[in-house]
């Protein structure tokens, strides 16, 4: 680990001492309305050909410095405001620079996404992500790994090289915990919660930029965020028509190819986009292969107060199952340990070669269509309008159908666990089989967003909400049997159904009460109405599910200081409701609780001409948060189960500098500490001759939340030696991570440090508007790290079986793309 550490900063060092100095000059000025001359507050001043910027202060004043002298273009935009352009010749002395603003009457594309969105008045935490960011690393890796360097962010990929099956936490808190919408409308499954990043693939080249709120946020439509937000908006109509090609290749046989096309607007107000996609890799990981293509299309008319947009994307994948993660004595070599996970999981001859033979790329699975097959097709139609300069509208439309199943090659099957007779040939009775069985899930999702945004003098007012209904059916199929009997094909042995019906609104308000005091508050309720009934894979009958009403208020203060800084302060409630797995798998006669989070921000913010900085205490207080118990599902998945009481706080510390013209620096750093006040333990006891079945429970205080690190850490080193050609140094720290929820070392991923390095070289040829060619090595330093995993245990009598599976993660790998626009 140190030595990785030495030389990441060895590297930065190598670069700065390259860099030369230049003299260089300032170009500072104020921003104003040209309506009334008020001053403009957080406007954008950017010289996009050195990529450098500035936001102007409470009096409208920016300045940015470490220029050299040279002609530049300044572009100065304001939401609500026509971009301003201006071309100066800079010499060796400082520069004053005004503009003016005029207010632009024709609607934009953030009226979408304004409703669910914090700004600059906002007392919550956030980040902003925009589109340049994006494609920085955008060569084929699913959005999780994209956002990898945000603050208190956790990513992780089940085949290990970033493509297929990826997820993210945010502070500790899982994907099922994280709110996902894509223009205002939910993404997150809305049985399980969490977001499948693998049926959007190639999502991040049609998305114009995110918005990551940390903790509750602001109100938001579809799951609850318990953890974070993450707020998607697409790719918006550009200046000038153009056509695209992006082609990668690199490690795994991994490749990426799509196609793009943009008309931009047209003098009648028309705009089309859309793009095509391909995606492969072979994974890190035995057999971990995934295809994917996918597909975004959109058409919009844009008059000067009104907006009619209507989008379809989608995606289809094909991925080899890595879901079971590799055994903890496989990657440390431990032929002991590797006999007892044999002998313990009863393994077949075959199953026991591969484990003993594999290395660090094991795959438990063997059979050639051990796969997940699934299609996802969303459509979103958006209308919005301006009905005065005061008052704005926006109205949605959305419908998702998702349908596939994962197959799965299963060994001596019992007959009776598929509702089937034994098979009597001759004088001989067959009560198990191998089979090939399907899993499918087919689900249709529809519904409507809707906001009404009011601004007037100190007033900014958004009332909010949507109303969606989900209908999702399981069901099982027997495709091949050994012995077959007087089976059907196609014949399914469990059927069931989820319907949920999700309603919430809420009105948010700021109000300027002064020049430097802002008051926030945001009232939303919300009802749910969850049913699931049927036959359950495991063949056992379900008919549970609840119906909830949450009351969700959230308020705050955001106080401005002197020299272009602030503090804010907030409090935030959510109420979550359990999971479709915590009302299915839950112990007889009981029925899981819904969750509640308070949620206090603490934040200071500054912005200066080459610097910005944020310091975020958080405090996170749970009430019935559902947490692992160390319990397993019939298919592996965890049970959980709710305790009393538990918290996260922590520090965020967030910050970029531009030392020169050419070099920036930038990172962010949490520090937090994630408990559960008094936790249960479950293990089973199945005694010597395993023919009991005791429980055994054991009882902790204090304890650590599972995979909650108490310190995350990126930073990263931009160096741009000449106009075209940028180098990026990144560097992750992901402290230890528990496997559940006792502390306990034996049970936790080790600590990690990771850096990746992007060159890109951007460079015009006579039949093209751009040419791009990108490098980029993942873990350049060849880390051996874990980035998930889970742990099960057990006793037969007095011998105790404890088993840990992580989630290896690639090496050094490369992924070389080229970007040509026409």
Do not use: C
């Amino acid at each position: 680990m140190l030595q990785f550490t030495k030389k990441w900063l060895l590297t930065a060092l190598a670069v700065v001492m390259s860099m030369h100095l230049m003299a260089q000059s300032s170009i500072s000025g104020k921003v104003v309305s040209q309506e009334d001359n008020s001053p403009l507050v957080g406007a954008s001043v950017v010289i996009e050909s050195l990529q450098k910027g500035s936001a102007t202060d409470i009096d409208g004043n920016y300045r940015i410095n470490n220029v050299n002298a040279g002609k530049y273009e300044i572009k100065v935009s304001y939401i609500g405001f026509k971009q301003a352009v201006k071309t100066v010749q800079l010499e060796n002395q400082d520069l004053t620079l005004n503009f003016e603003l005029e207010r632009d009457i024709q609607i934009t594309d953030e009226v979408m996404v304004s409703a669910t969105r914090a700004d600059e008045n906002t007392p919550t935490t956030f980040t902003n992500i925009k589109k340049a960011e994006l494609e920085r690393q955008n060569l084929g890796q699913d959005m999780p790994m994209l956002l990898n360097y945000t603050p208190s962010m956790v990513t992780t990929s089940d085949a290990g090289a970033g493509v297929g099956y990826t997820g993210m936490r945010i502070r500790g808190s899982d994907g099922t915990r994280i709110n996902v919408t894509i223009n205002g409308i939910p993404i997150n499954d809305s049985e399980s919660h969490g977001t499948f990043w693998v049926n959007m693939p190639d999502l991040a080249s049609s998305v114009d930029n995110i918005q990551i709120q940390r903790g509750v946020g602001t109100s938001t439509n579809g799951a609850a965020a318990f953890g974070a937000s993450v707020n998607m908006q697409t790719s918006t109509p550009s200046q000038d028509a153009f056509g695209e090609v992006n082609n990668s290749y690199g490690s795994f046989n991994t490749r990426k190819h799509n196609v793009i096309f943009n008309s931009g607007i047209t003098n009648s107000g028309w705009s089309f986009e859309g793009r095509l996609s391909s995606i492969h890799s072979d994974g890190y990981i035995d057999r971990a292969t995934s295809d994917m293509q996918s597909y975004f299309l959109s058409g919009a008319y844009y008059g000067d107060k009104t907006i009619v947009k209507a989008l379809a994307f989608g995606g289809k994948e094909k991925t080899y199952q890595s879901w079971w993660g590799t055994p903890e004595a496989r990657l440390e070599n431990n032929e002991e340990g590797m006999q007892e996970v044999i002998l313990n999981n009863g393994y077949t001859e075959d199953q026991a070669e591969n484990l003993l033979n594999s290395g660090r790329t094991f795959n438990y699975y063997l059979y050639d269509n051990e796969t997940d097959n699934y299609q996802q097709d969303h459509y979103q139609l958006h209308l919005s309008h301006q009905f005065t300069d005061n008052i704005q509208a926006n109205a949605a439309l959305h419908y998702t159908y998702g349908r596939g199943y994962y197959e799965q090659y299963r060994n001596d099957d019992d007959f009776a666990d598929y509702q089937l007779n034994d098979v009597v040939i001759g004088d001989s009775t067959i009560s198990s089989t191998d089979l090939v069985r399907r899993r499918w899930l087919d689900n249709h999702f529809y519904g409507l967003t809707y906001s009404l945004n009011y601004q007037e003098g100190d007033w900014d007012v958004t009332l909010g909400g949507a109303y969606n209904e989900y209908d999702g059916d399981h069901f099982g199929e027997i495709i091949w049997a050994r012995f077959a009997g007087e089976s059907k094909i196609r014949e399914r042995y469990y059927d069931n159904y989820g319907r949920k019906y999700d309603f919430n609104t809420f009105l948010k308000a700021n109000y300027q009460l002064n020049e430097k005091l802002n008051m926030f508050a945001d009232m939303q309720i919300r009802n749910i109405n969850y049913v699931t009934q049927g036959i359950d894979n495991d063949l056992t009958t379900i008919d549970t599910g609840g119906e909830y009403f949450f009351f969700n208020p959230k308020a705050g203060l955001t106080y401005s200081l002197p020299n272009n800084s602030q503090l804010y302060a907030s409090v935030a409630v959510a109420n979550r409701e359990p999971v479709r797995n915590d009302f299915v798998d839950a112990p007889q006669d009981v029925t899981p609780q819904p969750e509640t989070l308070y949620d206090y921000e603490f934040g200071y913010k500054k912005q200066g001409s080459n610097f910005s900085a944020e310091a975020i205490f958080y405090y996170m207080d749970y009430t019935n948060q559902l947490v692992l118990t160390g319990e397993l599902n019939d298919v592996g998945s965890s049970i959980r189960t709710n305790v009393e009481n538990s918290y996260r706080r922590g520090i965020e510390l967030i910050g970029a500098y531009q030392l020169t013209q050419q070099l920036s620096i930038g990172g962010n750093a949490t520090f937090s500490q994630n408990k559960i006040a008094n936790f249960t333990e479950v293990i089973y006891d199945y005694g010597e001759n395993w023919d009991e079945y005791n429980v055994i429970e054991n009882e902790y205080s204090d304890t650590d939340i599972s995979f909650s690190p108490n310190i995350i850490a990126a930073g990263e080193i931009n160096y741009q030696p000449v106009r075209g050609l940028k180098f990026t140094l990144l560097g992750k720290y992901v402290g230890k991570q528990y496997l559940d929820n006792t502390s306990n070392d034996n049970r936790a991923l080790d600590p990690y440090f990771v850096s990746d390095f992007v060159g890109s070289y951007k460079f015009g040829l006579p039949f093209l508007k751009t040419a791009e060619l990108k490098l980029m090595v993942n873990n350049i330093f060849n880390e051996m790290y874990s980035s998930n995993g889970y742990t099960f245990g057990y006793n037969a009598g007095s011998y105790e079986v404890r088993e840990n599976y992580l989630y290896p993660q690639a090496g050094a790998n490369y992924l070389l793309g080229l970007n040509l626009r026409f």
